[in-house]
């Protein structure tokens, strides 16, 4: 029989389903740990799944705030201004843009855009590289652009403005704080933007504070899975589970 408790005013049941919560949270820290990114790419569409995609958004953006401060501060003296306010000026606009959208598109609908973006974000993980040669300072603006609007709709950006980040061709910590630097501002504007919109509750709070844990766990064995099997590739395997996760949402959503 499952057990339970009340948090933050919500009913916690403790049953399969939160614990399958956990796990996927806990393998998403592992992919965040290991490859430096990509933990919404499985969070966002599984907890679509589960609890609906305006909690999943929600959610995934709050259990990411203890790590994206972890990372900021450190980050900060190596960012590059050029590089990083264009893009945060895009943000501004356009994260809060996509928050209303998301809170304005019925469910179903939203679910069926979270799982295609995940695959379509899979294929610009595979030609980063490549597509990176093609982005130009404008392109820049509109990688931010885009970026912010899927973010504030889906909580997946990474790999857009990554790409145009890694397009300036810096230094390897340079690029690797400018890109720690726009992750931060990317959750600050989306966590007031879902407040803005009346997407936050205290139930996606309550959900997302239980969920940390397991999120600082997985990236703590991820950090470690890549100082030990860093000639082991581990990236194609936790992007096929990605790819299968936004299969099964897409699936659910279109029954």
Known sequence: MASGFTFLGTPII???TLILVW???FLAGIFRGFAGFGSALLVVPALAYVYGPAQAIVIEVIIEIPVALGLVFGALKHAERKAVLPMLSMFVIFVPTGAFFAS???PQPLKIAISILVL???VVIAQQKRLAAFITPTGTYLAGAFAGLTQGM????GPVFATAILARGAPSQQAR???VCLAGGLIGLACFSFWAVGLITWA???YAILAMPALMLGVWVGARLFNRLSDWNLRPIMLGFVAITALATLAQALT
């Open 14 to 16: 403790i049953d399969g």
């Open 104 to 106: 304005m598109i019925d």
């Open 120 to 122: 379509a974000m899979l």
């Open 177 to 179: 704080a400018n890109i």
């Open 154 to 157: 889906t909580a997946i950006a």
């Open 204 to 206: 996606t709070v309550a």
């Open 23 to 25: 796990l996927i949270v």
